[in-house]
């Protein structure tokens, strides 16, 4: 609640303040017997009270900076804005003091025109302790020109912590101009916090080499240690699964790293899997350094490596009747497929089945389903049509099929 006291003439001479409520001043949802309408049964508590210049950070009011200060330039509140000019040093715009929990708010909406030529801006804050800390700091990227409105999230920085003090807004540049129409305190969703490192992992040599870099603070922060190589299935979320893994390989944990391990384990292929590269906790536990990685060459693997073909023409259908799509001399087709209909869960119908195996597992898929689909193909790509398939998954339950295998079971 802000009490504007600033056009009474006793502002200056406050030499006690009472607080009070009215008690029944509007009793028309209150019927009689009801607390409130003889007595008043609520709580009545004021956390603090600060005198302030800060009204709405909305500097609106002509003339009015709010309590803002600057470090060198000129600052006034003019057409609704807080407008700070500065020339031939760095300067900064500093708040007058606030009381801010950082549980409830943990960053900040801006609306401000950036004339200072610059496409970044520091913030930095103060909290209890009063010190303007180098660790009470970070940087944004903002548009150099037109007005816009930004969000300024702090939720990964440790250090807004407690209660904020005060805040600066410090341009990057030696001079310019800022307008800062409003500033909003607000709580935002909560950031992840920025990865140590990257890595990538692909094929070489026949093998699989996953490596990477640390960023060096990082390095210094874990001297001796050790980077785990942890391999997870592709609908594994590494966040819930990690804890529970066993590395596969590991490395010294340096600035520079690089794994290599065989692209089969045993039978199984790896070619599926994602690849998580973690240090460890002092307690021990694994912490990613980079988001989980996929292979990204595994064309090398190719038997075929003809080069895409081109479609003669732009004209295509999705096609139902294959006759009709040849006649309409279409050049390229998509053919919807029904997944659904395509497997036997078990070997019921052998007379019927194209059987395929893949790491050690005999798969049994239905040969009039496969042989109708290979012969739409074929009748559209011996005629030049390109043909594009759209798998689907319908929500069939016939009990021959290995849809209950295929289909998960949150699905809807
Ligand atoms: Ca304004």
Same mark, same amino acid.
């Given at each position: 609640m802000f009490i504007k006291l600033?056009?009474? /003439?006793?502002r200056n001479a406050v030499t006690k303040m009472e607080i009070s409520f009215m008690q029944? &001043?509007?009793?028309?949802e209150t019927a009689p @017997?009801?607390? @409130? &309408?003889?007595y008043w049964n609520g709580h009545f508590q004021i956390d603090y009270i600060s005198a302030t210049? /800060?009204?709405?950070?909305?500097?609106?009011? %002509?003339? $009015?900076? %709010?309590g803002f200060t600057a470090s060198t330039g000129t600052l006034g509140g003019t057409g609704g804005e807080l407008v700070y000019e500065w020339d031939g040093q760095e300067g900064l715009l500093e708040s007058p003091t606030l009381m801010l929990d950082t549980a409830k708010r943990n960053g900040m909406s801006l609306t401000m025109t950036n004339g !200072? @030529?610059?496409s970044e801006v520091l913030i930095q804050w103060r909290t209890g302790d009063g010190i303007w800390s180098e660790d009470n700091m970070k940087r944004f990227t903002i548009p150099t020109e037109g007005k816009f409105t930004q969000n300024f999230n702090f !939720? *990964?920085?440790?250090?807004?912590?407690? $209660?904020?003090t005060a805040f600066r807004i410090i341009p990057q540049a030696a001079s310019g101009t800022l307008k800062v129409d409003q500033i909003r305190f607000k709580q935002f969703a909560q950031l992840e916090k920025p990865y140590d490192g990257n890595t990538q992992a692909r094929i070489e040599g026949g093998g699989l080499v996953i490596e990477g870099t640390l960023n060096q603070a990082f390095v210094e922060a874990h001297p001796s240690e050790q980077l785990y190589l942890i391999e997870l299935a592709t609908y594994e979320d590494a966040k819930s699964v990690l804890g529970a893994k066993s590395a596969i390989a590991e490395a010294n944990l340096a600035q520079s790293f690089r794994f290599e391990i065989g692209l089969t384990d045993a039978e199984r292929s790896r070619l599926y899997s994602k690849f998580v590269v973690a240090a460890r906790t002092a307690e021990g536990e694994y912490v990613a350094i980079d988001a989980p990685q996929y292979?990204?060459?595994? $064309?090398? +693997?190719?038997g075929n490596t003809e080069p895409f073909p081109q479609a003669q023409s732009s004209k295509g259908l999705q096609v139902q009747m294959t006759g009709d799509a040849q006649e309409l001399g279409i050049s390229h087709a998509a053919l919807n497929v029904a997944?659904? %209909?395509? +497997? &036997? #869960?078990?070997?019921?119908?052998p007379d019927n089945t194209i059987a395929y195996e893949i790491e050690g597992e005999t798969y049994y898929f239905r040969k009039d389903k496969i042989e109708r689909i290979d012969n739409e193909i074929k009748s559209m790509s011996d005629n030049g049509i390109l043909v594009s398939l759209i798998l689907i998954m319908y929500n069939? #339950? *016939?009990? $021959?099929? /290995?849809n209950e295998y295929l289909i998960h079971p949150d699905s809807e």
């Amino acid at each position: 609640m802000f009490i504007k006291l600033d056009e009474w /003439a006793g502002r200056n001479a406050v030499t006690k303040m009472e607080i009070s409520f009215m008690q029944n &001043y509007d009793l028309a949802e209150t019927a009689p @017997g009801q607390p @409130g &309408y003889d007595y008043w049964n609520g709580h009545f508590q004021i956390d603090y009270i600060s005198a302030t210049n /800060a009204i709405d950070f909305s500097f609106n009011a %002509e003339g $009015e900076k %709010e309590g803002f200060t600057a470090s060198t330039g000129t600052l006034g509140g003019t057409g609704g804005e807080l407008v700070y000019e500065w020339d031939g040093q760095e300067g900064l715009l500093e708040s007058p003091t606030l009381m801010l929990d950082t549980a409830k708010r943990n960053g900040m909406s801006l609306t401000m025109t950036n004339g !200072s @030529g610059s496409s970044e801006v520091l913030i930095q804050w103060r909290t209890g302790d009063g010190i303007w800390s180098e660790d009470n700091m970070k940087r944004f990227t903002i548009p150099t020109e037109g007005k816009f409105t930004q969000n300024f999230n702090f !939720s *990964d920085q440790t250090s807004w912590n407690g $209660e904020i003090t005060a805040f600066r807004i410090i341009p990057q540049a030696a001079s310019g101009t800022l307008k800062v129409d409003q500033i909003r305190f607000k709580q935002f969703a909560q950031l992840e916090k920025p990865y140590d490192g990257n890595t990538q992992a692909r094929i070489e040599g026949g093998g699989l080499v996953i490596e990477g870099t640390l960023n060096q603070a990082f390095v210094e922060a874990h001297p001796s240690e050790q980077l785990y190589l942890i391999e997870l299935a592709t609908y594994e979320d590494a966040k819930s699964v990690l804890g529970a893994k066993s590395a596969i390989a590991e490395a010294n944990l340096a600035q520079s790293f690089r794994f290599e391990i065989g692209l089969t384990d045993a039978e199984r292929s790896r070619l599926y899997s994602k690849f998580v590269v973690a240090a460890r906790t002092a307690e021990g536990e694994y912490v990613a350094i980079d988001a989980p990685q996929y292979v990204t060459n595994a $064309e090398v +693997m190719a038997g075929n490596t003809e080069p895409f073909p081109q479609a003669q023409s732009s004209k295509g259908l999705q096609v139902q009747m294959t006759g009709d799509a040849q006649e309409l001399g279409i050049s390229h087709a998509a053919l919807n497929v029904a997944y659904n %209909e395509l +497997m &036997y #869960k078990a070997n019921i119908h052998p007379d019927n089945t194209i059987a395929y195996e893949i790491e050690g597992e005999t798969y049994y898929f239905r040969k009039d389903k496969i042989e109708r689909i290979d012969n739409e193909i074929k009748s559209m790509s011996d005629n030049g049509i390109l043909v594009s398939l759209i798998l689907i998954m319908y929500n069939s #339950k *016939d009990p $021959e099929s /290995a849809n209950e295998y295929l289909i998960h079971p949150d699905s809807e």
